[in-house]
């Protein structure tokens, strides 16, 4: 069996994102690809976040959370509409993508893909760290994409 994985045709892992997908920049997420989904998958779910985000502002800064992605899925577009899941608010206070922004050098940024055994009853409203808690128990497999973006 293999591990689930996740990358991007527009950067590999540990490399810098593209700047088009920056907030100031096009404000587009950009394509994933999934491979690797556990037969026994219900749902997946997606949080991009840049924990370097900490000494400028405070916390780990949430760029992007979707959940109920249908587990057949293997290609999430550039500029993906999220038809069929469901997107939270991010810490711009926005629903859906919002990107890499560092406010003072290079952050790392952290796309962190799940398999759960279960769809999630949440609303657009919903924040990574409600997700988190709502996915709590219902992991089946989990993985990890990084990119850097500076200013």
């Known amino acids: 069996m293999t591990a689930i994985e996740l990358t991007s045709p527009a950067f590999a892992n540990g490399d810098p994102i593209p700047d088009k997908y920056g907030y100031t920049a096009e404000n587009v997420n950009p394509p994933l690809e999934i491979d690797g989904v556990p037969d026994e998958t219900e749902s997946l779910a997606l949080a991009m976040d840049d924990p370097d985000a900490v000494e400028p502002a405070g916390k780990i800064w949430d760029h992007w959370v979707v959940w109920n992605i249908d587990p057949t899925t293997s290609t999430i577009p550039e500029d993906w509409d999220a038809s069929g899941a469901v997107q939270g608010r991010n810490d711009y206070g926005e629903q859906g993508y919002g990107g890499p922004n560092p406010p ?43 990119g850097t973006y500076a200013p």
């Open 104 to 146: 003072d050098r290079e952050h790392t940024y952290r796309f962190r893909l799940f398999a759960l055994d279960q769809r999630l009853d949440l609303g657009t409203d919903t924040t990574k760290g409600q997700l988190e808690s709502a996915m709590d128990g219902k992991v089946i497999a989990e993985t990890q994409l990084e």
